[in-house]
């Protein structure tokens, strides 16, 4: 045996050499934290009752949200601006100067003319309320979405050759439960907060209420994921975002601890100052999912920050905020439809979403990301991203 083969089987195996086992750990790790943090405020907090947020189906409404106001609305204006103006001055610059190749390979699919006749018949039923469809009006948003899911596969595939239906169908498939999964998450962390609610939809008991729910949010990952893919192909994701100021291994291992402890205490103070802290619902999950691969010396979706390559961060922030823009419209008509009630922001709006809400999909890509980097992980047992 030679020397330099025995110092290389000398090597301790770390996690961050076996993806599967990497993301397996990760996610054995994050659901105890991620659940139990914000019950343990709760908990400590003498005049809130645990029952109160353990009521399924979520009916009760017990958080009154502040009011509207011009002055954090301004502020918070302006930090949004601050952090997503230097992008958008890239991007438009990168419009300019990339170079228009990428243009569709191939003609567009004849099962995404599938996709876009599906999608197209449930919207029109949707938003309209035809007595022969009324038992069933409830549950048009998943069809709404499968069709979404399937025309934008087509669209990647259209100018690739390639798109996650085709060439990696087991991943594909296995989004749906994924997706179900990490939504429900969400909607358990908003009982903490209470920024959107419910109408329209008749009574359910807890098994209905659970399936009923299941479904739509089962499309969440698939639709933003799928959404991504297709952006990707465009040279402006490819590149356009590239040689930003990098930061080093995406922060540090101090500064990973740091925030590993912020976002654990942001988490378990969500229920107690709902008001205050209500953003760290969007950020808090990715803030602790990233720290904490970083200190058990895991790959995280911020590697390439390293090096100044944000593309591929800013393709799927991009494309959550793509779909959020179509969630919160076809949500705007539809019967069974959510609401918000946001503290200080719940005053200018599109469709129902107060307008700086729509800042928490960017954040939110990056969290479907990172699911989407553990279940390939799982899945192919290789990193997603092998740049």
């Known amino acids: 045996m030679s020397h330099a083969f025995a110092q290389q089987r000398a090597l301790p ?32 907090h003498p005049d809130l009752s645990l029952s109160t947020y353990t009521e399924f189906p979520p009916l009760t409404r017990y958080v009154v949200p502040a009011p509207f106001s011009w002055t954090v609305f301004v502020l918070m204006g302006l930090v949004l601006a601050g952090v997503v103006g230097p992008f958008l001055v890239r991007w438009v610059r990168s419009s300019v100067i990339v170079s228009p190749e990428g243009r569709a ?111 739509p949010f089962a499309t969440v990952l698939p639709a933003v994921l799928g959404t991504q ?27 990973s601890i740091l925030l590993l402890l912020l976002s654990c205490c942001g988490l378990v103070g969500i ?6 802290l209500f953003p760290l619902l969007w950020v808090a999950p990715l803030f602790l999912i990233v720290s904490l691969q970083t200190v058990m010396k895991q790959r995280t979706i911020l590697h390439r920050m390293a090096v100044g390559d944000w593309n591929r961060l800013a393709a799927v922030a991009v494309a959550a905020l793509l779909c959020g823009f179509f969630w919160e419209m076809w949500n705007s008509q539809s019967l069974a439809k959510w609401m918000y009630a946001v503290p200080y922001v719940n005053g200018l709006k599109l469709f129902e979403m107060p307008v700086l ?22 899945v192919y047992r290789e990193w997603s991203d092998k740049g």
């Open 229 to 255: 893919e297709w952006l990707r192909t465009f040279p402006v994701f490819q590149r356009g975002f590239t040689d930003i100021a990098p930061i080093p291994s995406a922060s540090g291992h101090r500064f």
């Open 271 to 276: 229920g107690i100052w709902p008001d205050l």
């Open 105 to 215: 390979t191939r003609r567009f699919p004849r099962w995404g003319y599938l996709g876009l006749l599906a999608g197209a018949a449930a919207w029109i039923v949707a938003w309209n309320r035809f007595a022969w469809f009324s038992d069933w009006q409830m549950h048009t948003f998943t069809p709404l979405w499968i069709g979404y899911i399937v025309t934008v596969n087509a669209l990647a595939f259209q100018r690739s050759g390639r798109c996650m239906m085709t060439h990696r169908t087991r991943f594909f498939v296995l989004l749906f439960p994924f997706s179900a999964a990490f939504w429900w998450f969400f909607e358990y962390l908003n009982r903490f907060v209470q920024n959107w609610y419910y109408i329209g939809m008749v009574e359910l008991g807890s098994m209905e209420y659970f399936w009923f729910a299941t479904l």
């Open 357 to 378: 809400g729509y800042a928490g999909y960017l954040p939110f890509g990056l969290e479907c990301l990172v699911i989407g980097d553990l279940l390939h992980g799982l």
């Open 13 to 44: 195996v770390t996690l961050s050499a076996c993806p599967a086992r990497a993301a397996l750990w990760t996610l054995l790790m994050i659901t105890p934290l991620l659940v139990g943090l914000p019950l343990i405020g709760v908990v400590l």
